[in-house]
């Protein structure tokens, strides 16, 4: 049964994304109004940015994912969660997380058209949704059935696919404003802004301003969801081991995150922090909360082969 909902997550996922990239490469899309330049935000006082076109995700492209969002789901329960234990590692962070931003990304879709993110988000949620096939490093948690246990690792997966969905957002806003200072410098000469399915793909997205907003609001709902995944841990820590708070590898690096997330808001909400800097810090961020959970399973159960609570 697990192998034909591991199958079936692959070929949902795939076929989605064999058909954006065969789209973006033989179809010819016409170019909005000023090509990259119509991303920019409205300066104040100044027109607004042009209007975007609509999502390019048709009623059966999301009724695709919907199914593969179902069938992926499914495969996490039923792996994750087998006969009142739960098996976990790495490869099931990593599966989980990109569920979750995948999720997050058919919910943003209604709203924005974001196409640039789904040719990112759904690629990373096919090959992650088969990493637990490929590395065999888990164990069985014995205290899955603690009800305080459950809450934590809802909250703490839900806050990493928020920042997960947050740092391909960054990752976007980064290849959009390179592309623009390289339009404003000279550096595409011309023809070669080369309308090719590359700058297609840049041009499906909102204006940068939608983007930024969109992006510190995730952060934001994510920072107060790994709050409560550190006070929830601490919590669940003392039922567990009658200690309050371990300060190993993985608390160290999510406090770190919580920290340079935390730094992020608050530099965004005194001095209105944005651009390359911020949008690298955000990827910074993510980075450090990578390490606290994902990157140290996978050195424990993959490198050294040793489980890992």
Known sequence: MDIVLYALTVLLYGGLCAADFRARRHVAVQPLAGGVAATVPAMPGGASAPAQPASG??????GVLSLALIVHGLLLHTTIFPANAMVFGFAYALSAMFWLGAGIYWIESFFFPLDGLRLLV?????????????????????????????????????????????????VLMLAVERRLHALRGGGLQRGAARKGWLSNWL?????????????????????????????????????????ALTLDHKTIFAILSWLMFGALLTARKLSGWRGRAALRWVLASFAALLLAYVGSRFVFEVLLHRPVV
Do not use: W
């Open 203 to 243: 041009e499906t997205l909102p204006p940068l301003l939608t983007l930024e907003k969109l992006l510190f609001r995730l952060i934001g709902a994510g920072f107060v969801l790994l709050t409560l995944t550190l006070a929830s841990g601490i919590v669940f820590s003392e039922q567990l081991v009658d200690r």
């Open 57 to 62: 995700m048709g009623p059966v492209a999301r």
């Open 122 to 170: 759904l690629p990373l949620a096919a090959v992650a949704s088969v990493l637990p096939l490929v590395f065999g490093g888990v164990h069985v948690l014995t205290y899955a059935a603690a009800p305080m246990f459950k809450l934590h690792f809802v909250i703490a997966n839900v806050a990493y696919g928020l920042f997960a969905i947050a740092a391909l957002h960054a």
